[in-house]
């Protein structure tokens, strides 16, 4: 599946002027239907369709079953945008799917379809990691992450997502150009492959916001790693949610902002 484009370009560089042909990430629509019926519209980067609407449905708690799901592509065009409809039977639909998403969900927004601030909550219990993990454990998995990001190489514009066991053995990793979109489709991918409770860190290119910690919740990963900033409610739930929440990972340093108890860094 193709997930860059060339364009022509003129660059612009020390006073120099250049005609050049630029790579860019694809971003195109993918309509989501659950049972024939339109359920909501995703802009991401072509490719893992059907991991990134499996995690979805997951960390939108209308499909957390370990069964596989039946997922047909009712339509693909030129431009990359997709049409795929899921089967689920009624009695199985959690109750995620009450909250039907209404507006299209752009690719640097993953609350977008919420209908009300009570949705943002959970009754869920917070996680609970009981090991110590070494204050280092991010170089080699930062590394690993960084030399499978081939899209990334090309364009510079794509976010990751690489989830790890505790071993730091890399599980999975997937791009796009949405960071809630690259995290969908690793979940996605581990519950395909019944691998998504062996998870302990997962590392993301960018900065984090609430539905990153959401979906790392829902997903019961307990260490987060990213190598930009977090925001305000990234940190509040994952105080709540029993995360370690770790920003600004890079150039040796870090900032550990939730459950340091998690984190050997004497």
């Known amino acids: 599946m193709k997930q860059a484009s060339t364009y022509q370009s003129i660059k612009l560089s020390n006073n120099q ?18 049972n024939s019926e339109s359920y909501t519209v995703v802009m991401r980067t072509p490719g893992d369709d059907k991991e990134l609407i499996r995690g979805l449905l997951y960390a939108e708690d209308i499909y957390k079953k370990t069964s596989d ?29 009450l ?9 640097s927004c993953g609350i ?44 510079g514009g794509s976010h990751a ?6 071993k730091q053995n890399l599980l999975t990793i997937k ?16 519950l395909n492959k019944n ?9 993301v290119s960018g900065r984090v916001s609430y539905e990153i910690v959401s979906k790392a919740f829902l997903a019961k990963i307990p260490i987060i790693i990213a190598v930009s900033a977090c925001s305000s409610l990234a940190v509040d739930f994952a105080k709540e949610f029993g995360i370690c929440l770790i920003g600004f990972s890079r150039n040796n340093k870090m900032t550990i902002y939730s459950n340091p108890q998690y984190i050997n860094y004497e």
Request: charge should be neutral.
């Open 195 to 203: 691998l998504l409770k062996s998870t302990n860190y997962m590392l």
């Open 112 to 155: 977008c379809g919420k209908k009300e601030i009570k949705d943002l909550k959970t009754e869920d219990k917070p996680l609970i990691n009981k090991h110590k993990e070494s204050l280092h454990i991010k170089d080699s998995m930062y590394l690993k992450m960084n030399n499978m990001q081939k899209l990334f190489s090309i364009t």
């Open 69 to 97: 799901l039946k997922i047909e592509t009712i339509e693909e065009n030129k431009d990359y945008s997709s049409i795929l409809n899921v089967f689920i039977p009624k009695e199985k639909l959690g109750k995620g799917y």
């Open 17 to 34: 002027v250049s005609e050049i042909e630029d790579s860019l990430v694809i971003e195109a629509p993918l309509q989501i239907n659950i």
């Open 175 to 190: 791009e796009d150009i949405g960071r809630h979109n690259a995290v969908d489709k690793c979940i996605g991918d581990l």
């Open 99 to 107: 909250n039907k998403r209404t507006l299209l969900s752009v690719s």
């Open 161 to 166: 997502c690489a989830l790890f066991d505790r």
